[in-house]
């Protein structure tokens, strides 16, 4: 299945670093978990009124799970030790992509490779918004839009900033696409996004000049080309290194409102978006407001001509910000991950919000960690400490691996990621996005719990669309440390 490694659909189907919690004393509990029944194990659970097996209200906030986190201040990686590994990353992770180093004239055989393994169309019959088959002749004119006979030999490389959060698709098209009758929560178009002053690099147009095919750090995707600014290669890479800088630690803040610069006003900004501050002298003001009582962004705009334009912007000293990426610790991983607690899933960062991959990867981003963007990537990245699952490995081996793993540890199942956040009697409990949830009580009765959001829930009672526990189809362990 296309996308299988970022999809969370319903009921998708040891590295071990220093010790960050105690390990589980070998109790009744934990030796029935090692047996692996996790029916006897569900018939403890409350299943509550909202239908989240074992998750009671209080558990709902990230001051719980902080005091029970056994070293909840201790630092797991220093700045140096993440800016060593994020480097690393860059250095041997081919999905990411150290924009210094590309060349500065791309090939036409690099170009029309890129574009080549992102835009395919599925397999399956794909629907418009009212269920419809889209007819061949929409396909055909979007698959025309790729241009790929206007890729030249060779052309300079282009640089841009995205000045706001914008989608990055598959194909040069909006047309939203489905797969599934009256879903319509994943656009099967709709690949990631960008965020305000992140880099790309320009390596084509569409045939219409309403897109831009760009490759950012984390990803090559069609942008629309007004979400893009370009600039010297100077200008674009040297922007996100600047300092002072001001680094979103909330699950999305927003600037000021002005009616002077519409493109800076109420902009969108989400968590691990670092962004320089203006150098404006004091009592100045910004776009007819004092400053005194905010922090003055220098944001990329687009100019008339498309060119990178900066304007300061104004972002309130109360919004959710802090000078430096904050502390790797574990008091700090759950904070950031609860600050996004029913948020609404997107597909790709569709409706605003990210999708299980961005979300485990925008929390790490607010303390500095950087990630590839999708689950097959995170799940089998070298440059990130893990331990992969094979048929070899038993269900006492995989409940063992999971016991031992330390809070912000990434769990993933084939196209889901999920993030310990804690331990309640001894059950990992997870908080990830996803789309539902499938569990059985003590009884052996069937549940099922639409969520459709960033959820809490118990590990080990999940189970997957064909009945399979999560555990027992997991590929992966990801360490961050």
Known sequence: MRHVHRWQSWFSQANTGPAMRAKPTITAAFALL???????????????????????????????????????????????????????????????????????????????????????????????????????????????????????????????????????????????VFTEPDNQDIDRFQESA????????????????KYLFVVSPRYAAWVDRTA????????????????????????????????????????????????????????????????????????????ANGAVQLQPALLPRTADSAPTALPLTQANIIRQAFKFLGERYGWGDDYNGRDCSGFVSDVYRSMGVQMPRNTGDQAN????????FTARDTHADRVAAIAAANIGDLVYIPGHVMMIIGFENNEPYVIHDTGGLMFKDGAGRLHTTGT????????????TRDGRAYVDVMTSLVQIR
Do not use: C
């Open 228 to 303: 893009i600014a370009e600039g010297t290669v100077s200008q674009v890479l040297s922007y996100g290194e600047t300092a002072p800088f001001r680094i979103v630690t909330g699950a999305q803040i927003r600037t000021v409102f002005n009616p002077d610069v519409p493109a800076v006003s109420e902009l969108a900004l989400d968590m691990g978006t670092r962004l320089p501050l203006a150098d404006i002298p004091a009592g100045q003001k910004v776009n007819g407001q004092g400053a005194s009582e905010s922090w003055v962004l220098q944001l990329p705009t687009r100019a």
């Open 194 to 209: 960008l965020f305000p002053g992140d880099p790309v690099v320009v390596a084509h147009t569409s045939a219409d000049g």
């Open 381 to 388: 990245s070298p440059a990130l400490p893990h331990r992969l």
């Open 452 to 463: 459709n959001e960033v959820t809490l829930s118990p590990l080990l009672p999940l189970l």
């Open 34 to 176: 090692l047996a692996g029944a996790a029916q006897a194990l569900a018939a403890t659970l409350p299943i509550p009124p909202a239908g989240v097996i074992g998750v009671r209200d209080d558990m709902l906030a990230a001051g719980y799970w902080v005091a029970k986190a056994p070293a909840s201040s201790a630092v797991i990686l220093t700045p140096a030790q993440i800016a060593a590994e994020n480097a690393r990353l860059f250095a041997i992770d081919p999905s990411v992509y150290d924009l210094r180093k590309l060349a500065r004239s791309l090939p036409r055989a690099q170009v029309a490779a890129w574009i080549g393994k992102l835009s395919k169309l599925p397999k399956r019959t794909l629907l418009d918004a009212h269920n419809q088959p889209i007819p061949q002749p929409v396909l055909q004119s979007v698959v025309a839009n790729l241009a790929l006979d206007r890729i030249p030999d060779t052309a300079p490389t282009r640089y841009g900033l995205a000045i706001r959060r914008t989608a990055l698709r598959s194909f040069p098209t909006s047309l939203r």
